[in-house]
């Protein structure tokens, strides 16, 4: 309040157009006359007005020789209300005397004037409500400006947010718009790969069935061929008992025209019949000198004979074989020929046995086994049980090679690693265990036999590797045919090619004898039926690692197949059907080149993940 009062004062008054200005109502004290001049004017009521106010301000008593001066005081904040007169005069007047006393005059009590609202409190009240009223409107104004303020930025801002919604509408449309091309892309790819893929199977599946026609015609074809074979033969035989009924008849007439000269030649026949005694103690002494019949005596493979077909290394190398076989033999048979050692060796072929036959394809299980084995090897006491027990499992591998590898091929792989593994702790086991094969497979050596004119026709495939078995189906003894021959022959390279390709230190049959095999090969061996079986079961266990290792000179030897070895065999297989069916996979094999694609079988799992996932 006191600041509004000094405002007031240092400006006009709105309502008075006359007189002089207020500023002199700011001094501490003045003459009443100057305050009605001020407050009056001139005129008639200014003259009231100070004859008024003159007692009010403190006029000169009677008897006094001066006058009085008057004090102004502006109103405190504290104060009360301008518009009250009480508060103007009783707690605190803005007119005092000389001597502070609350608005009490010091000359006497004050006159009924006083009390009366003063001029100076209607100014301030009147200044006071127009600032506030001025105050307010200035507000108002103030209040009116911001809300215009905020609704014109409200404004931009809405229309900044309109103009980021559309932009984010037009990229959410383009984006869509995107995805959409892009999925009709996606769509249209799976599409065309579908149908490419659709397409390949039906060329495969019309493939398939091309070769399963033309397997299903060869086989007809070799059947009535067999038919008519057998046929033939049958005819032969009967033609042959034929004759020799007519030879023994006639044999029997000659014998009884010839029955005297018979008696005449008694004498010669005594003679004939004590040479041919003498003939048979000959025979037998040269059969006591001969090896034991553990040991039986082995020609040697060639010879220098030219109807062997092999190099002169293939030859040494399986005469080395072949002693070694014959000495573990001959150590072994005194194991074998003492009856008190039989439950000894009964126990010690069920441990080999057992070991080989749950050997599976997993690391953990070849690792496992192979293990087994050599403490089973190395467990024994003495040379000659070594010998039984390596050349005991050396056989049952052999077994299983003719048994479970001829059905799965890539059964050789897990086989072949369980046999580097024991051959790497114990080399000797290696040597026999090739010795076995080139037993039962004389293409491991490589060696093929040639028919001599004039030779038993059963020496000559017994020499090829034939065997003589029972037959499934009449249980009579008979010889092999040539399917069975190839089968149990393509097994037993299987195994070797899985060997010589093992990765394995201390391998002690590595990819080595395999290179020197597949030469031997290309070398001697006459194009057959049984020997291009040999190259490509070989060649698809082993090729993708000797071509790794090898390079160029796989590649050579490839082309020394299809160019010499090849053609040789087509030439032979025009009137063969089984040739030509072997030769045109070992064609295929060489010109797509399969030694490119890792064989199946050979990277093994760690564990079998089947014990973990059963219910």
Known sequence: MGEVAKQLFASPPPHHDHGPPLAALGASSFPAAALDFGLGGSGAGGAATAAAAAPLFGAASPGSGHKRAATFRVPSDDEGDDDDPAAGWGGGSLLTGGQPGGGRWSGGAPSAAVHARHPVQAVLAARTKQLQAGALLMAEAQQQRLHRQIAAVEEQLAGQLAEVQQQLAHKRARAAAADEESRKQRSAERSRRLA?????????????ASALQEVQRQQEEERRRREAEAARLRQQQEEERRRKEAEAAA???????????????AAAAAAAAAAHQQQQRAAAAQQASAPPSGSPARPPPGGGDPHVKATPGALAEAERLAAKLAAAEAAAAEITSRPELKAARRA???????????????????????????????????????ALAQLTLAARVV??????????????????????????????????????????????????????????????????????????????????????LVSRLSAMVLLFGAIVQTEAPGNPAGLAHGWAWLARCLNALPPTRPSAAALMSFLSHAGFRMAAVYGRQFGKAMAQLAGHWLPAL??????????????????VYVSARGHAKEPEGRTLKKVDESSYTRA
């Open 399 to 484: 077994s299983q090679c003719e048994g479970q590898v001829a059905k799965i091929g890539s059964f050789a792989f897990p086989l072949a690693y369980v046999c580097v593994g024991v051959g790497a702790a114990l080399p000797e086991f290696m040597d026999l265990l090739l010795a076995k094969l080139q037993q039962a497979c004389p293409l491991l050596v490589p060696r093929y036999a040639m028919y001599t004119p004039g030779s038993p026709v059963e020496d000559w495939y017994a020499a090829l590797g034939y065997r003589d078995i029972d037959d499934p189906k009449t249980g009579e003894r008979r010889r092999e045919t040539q399917d069975e």
């Open 196 to 208: 490419e893929a659709q397409r390949a199977q039906a060329v495969l599946e019309q493939a398939q």
């Open 348 to 386: 010690l072929e069920k441990q080999i046995t057992m070991a080989v036959s749950q050997i599976s394809g997993t690391q953990q299980q070849v690792q496992a086994k192979a293990a087994q084995l050599i403490g089973v090897l190395r467990g024994v006491s003495s040379p000659q049980q070594a």
């Open 251 to 265: 044999a029997a007439a000659k014998a009884a025209a010839e029955a005297a000269k018979a008696r005449d030649e």
């Open 570 to 587: 087509e030439a032979k297989a025009a009137k063969d059907a089984d040739l030509r069916a072997v030769g045109t996979r070992l064609a």
